[in-house]
């Protein structure tokens, strides 16, 4: 019976041992993208989201329920909200895994199979968890930086929002508001820059993690002036969704989803 022979062991110390796979080749990041090319993701969203039959309205339905959070606890208990708030757009490249996976379907021809993407995380489980706690580690980190902000800039307790507002924006606080933004920046930055193409690579390619979140940042810092760009554009679209009416999050996150399937692949090459 003929035998597939195995590969040869390295003896070249003296000791045998198996040969050393090689190391998975990276991903390698187009350069020159052009400064429009968000726009253009966005339309392929929006085609991806009707050919979908709307599909990607599930998790768009997730993403409302996270905004009647948000609203409920701005009324009731709004020393949360920030926190909460941040966790809404830290966790969304998690949450629209299965959007990402709609994308996938279409792109490869396997039709439109919505519980098929609900379970899509199990194909590269470790790596796709473990970017998740990363992003829970950052929100959980910039919820308590925030709080201590807060802390130091007030100079009486906080009986009300209102009073809250009053004191922190006035004139006096002028300093704290540059901190405040400049720190909220830096984060927002950080979870943007390791997130842009991570879950899409994950799901498409089954890549480790730090693999992910290095060819991510090495996207943005390729083509600064697109990302940047693509970043503007998601802010713009969910949080004027959040800020007028949260139910717009049934068109507008499943849209961000598959238009950054298309910012994945036009980021980095097949």
Not at 251 to 258: D, K, Q
Request: one cysteine or more; proline letters at 6%; aromatic letters at 12%.
């Amino acid at each position: 019976m003929n035998q597939t022979p195995e590969a040869p062991y390295d003896e070249t110390d003296g000791v045998r041992r198996r040969p050393v796979e090689n190391p998975p080749e990276w991903p390698r990041v187009r350069e020159n993208v052009p400064l429009a090319a968000p726009l253009r993701w966005l339309a392929l969203g929006w085609g991806d989201l009707v050919a979908s039959r709307f599909r990607g309205s599930f998790y768009g339905l997730v993403f409302a329920l996270m905004g009647a959070s948000i609203a409920l606890i701005w009324r009731t208990q709004w020393q949360l909200t920030m926190g909460l708030t941040a966790g809404f757009f830290l966790l969304g490249p998690f949450v629209c895994t299965g959007v990402y996976e709609l994308s996938r379907q279409l792109e490869r021809g396997e039709g439109r199979n919505l519980p098929a993407s609900m379970i899509c995380w199990r194909r590269n489980l470790g790596a796709i968890a473990f970017f998740a706690a990363i992003l829970t580690f950052l929100m959980v980190v910039w919820a308590r930086v925030s709080v201590v902000l807060f802390a130091l800039a007030s100079t009486t307790e906080y009986p009300t929002m209102r009073g809250m507002i009053a004191q922190i924006v006035s004139p006096t606080n002028i300093e704290f508001l540059v901190l405040w933004v400049t720190v909220g920046f830096v984060f927002a930055s950080l979870v943007f820059a390791i997130s842009v193409v991570s879950v899409p690579l994950m799901l498409d390619r089954r890549t480790d993690t730090m693999m992910a979140i290095f060819t991510s940042a090495r996207a943005l810092a390729t083509n600064p002036g697109p990302v940047y760009l693509w970043a503007l554009l998601i802010v713009a679209l969910i949080g004027v969704s959040l800020a007028t009416w949260y139910w717009l999050l049934l068109l507008t996150a499943p849209l961000v989803g598959h238009a950054t399937w298309h910012a994945y692949r036009a980021l980095i090459e097949p």
